[in-house]
């Protein structure tokens, strides 16, 4: 039997009929968003290893979290290291953060990253093992102002996709001891439920029990709808501090949901947490979240500087895009496609595509050209924009067609114009 690839995993390729959103063009079209999208916001971004000692993420994401508890990636290195691939992203930056003495340059930095984590999960639509995220994290500043330009940010990426029908969740879950005596009136509120609460919850309730109120079990979701709400036990000048977010939030125009029950899967999160989901997804429908982590930085022995970021999930993103059938139109096909036919021809082509390539216009050739329609074939399967036959004809008289294949237009051009004609269509786009 062929070796198969690992369970949750998949491959980004150049071609697939069914499942356009594994297509690399794709990824192209959403990677070059974000660099701009980061770069108008002046994010910088950084690039961290993919694996990294288990204890940054027992120490930043939480021993008790599903992510470190269930499902890391955990090995031990040849001198008996354990050793995790990084489920997420903020830890390790803010690990580098410290390592690189980030804070002695400046009080302020704005920080962005793309790649892959690995979690270790029952695979399902959109949940994947190995997954991209790409996430924006501001460190040192403590105001409003901080996270709602965040939470622009993310706004913007999605209008910049194109993505619809989206809904932005937004909760403020305080300082440690706010949540502490919330978790105690949260569980003598469900200790009377306990039995008939979902196994998971059953588990949570002893370690984690704020993580019940994300459940999606129906038996959950109706035990908790008269749960205590975390917006009644956060102190006065944190409700000033929520009220001011949601005010900037309304004055720029973005649509968000209080959501008292948003609590965040890692246990990093103080004050402002959010989650920005969709309704193509499925059960795994958050598209991206994050929050503030004003106490990460202290907790890994740096410097006391507040922070706030968040990621996004690429296959969901592009998964939702699909969906929503949103067209991407960067793609990165040939921008001219030679057909030599006569070795008279081929030498000619053989120094045209090199000088086109040299001018930096995409382009290929059938070197083995012999049939014009199979040639058009092979044109049309790596959707060439414009095609061009160069027969002996075309030799004698130094003069050639360059057809247009989407508008099925043909003009003619002289040899001696030719790279200067093709790089004024390609400029035009
Ligand atoms: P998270 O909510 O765990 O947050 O992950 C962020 C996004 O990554 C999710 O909304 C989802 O789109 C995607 N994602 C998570 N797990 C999977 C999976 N198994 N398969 C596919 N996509 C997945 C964090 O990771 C935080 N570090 C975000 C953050 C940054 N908070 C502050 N700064």
Redesign the pocket.
Known sequence: MSIQIPKGLYDIVPYSEKEKWKLIDYWHYVEKILHKLSNDYNYKEIRTPIFERTELFERGVGQATD?VSKEMYTFKDKAERLMSLRP???ASLMRAFIENNFASYSQKHKLYYFGPMF?Y?RPQK????Q?Y?Y?A?AVGDPSEEQDVEIIDMLHELYQRLGLKDLVLHINYIGQANTRNSFKEELKKYLKPHLNDLSKESQDRFIKNPMRILDSKDERDIKILENAPNILEFITNEDEESFKKICNLLSHLKIPYKINNKLV???DYYNKTVF?ITSSYLGA?N??????R?DSLLKEFNGPNLPAI?????I??ILQTMIAQGIKVEDLNNPFIFIIPLGEKSKNYSFTLISSLRKNRIPCDIDFNAKKIQKSLQIANKCNAKYVIIIGDDEMDKKKLKIKNMEKRTEEEVKFDTLIYHIKTLYKAG
Do not use: I, P
């Not at 959109?126 to 093992?129: E, H, P």
């Not at 958050?286 to 929050?291: I, N, P, Q, T, V």
């Not at 970021?309 to 999930?313: E, N, Q």
């Open positions: 992510v997420e992203g903020t979690r999960d959109g949940r994947f093992r997954f995220q996430g994290e965040r899967g890692l989650e795994q958050a598209l991206g979240g994050g929050g982590y970021g968040y990621a996004v999930g296959e969901r």
